[in-house]
């Protein structure tokens, strides 16, 4: 399975998704991640159809730095996912 992560203009993650490695065209990343972008974004029926900007990320972090989770950031100039910092008391 590959995750797809929904950024915001602001470079924040909004949503992440599961798509079958199949709809990703079976391959590995950076291959995977433009048919992956095309099945998400793509018209119905065929397609998810759904707008936005979608960066894939690794579940074992194995790129873009660490698994995309909701409130993380994007750095497009570094390629990598970054955690929120955690506010002090």
């Known amino acids: 399975m ?3 992560a929904l950024i915001d203009s602001s470079n ?3 949503e992440v998704i ?3 490695n199949d ?3 079976g391959g590995d990343f ?3 991640e433009p048919i992956g972008q095309a ?3 793509g018209p119905h029926p065929d397609n998810l ?3 936005g900007v979608w960066k894939q990320t690794s579940y074992s972090g194995s790129f873009r730095g660490c698994y995309a989770g909701l409130g993380f950031s994007y750095d497009p100039v570094a390629d ?3 955690p929120p910092t955690a506010s002090a008391p």
């Open 2 to 4: 590959a995750h797809f």
């Open 12 to 14: 924040i993650v909004r």
């Open 18 to 20: 599961v798509v079958s």
């Open 23 to 25: 709809d990703c065209g």
């Open 30 to 32: 950076p291959a995977s």
């Open 39 to 41: 099945f998400i974004n």
């Open 49 to 51: 159809a759904l707008a």
């Open 80 to 82: 990598v996912f970054v």
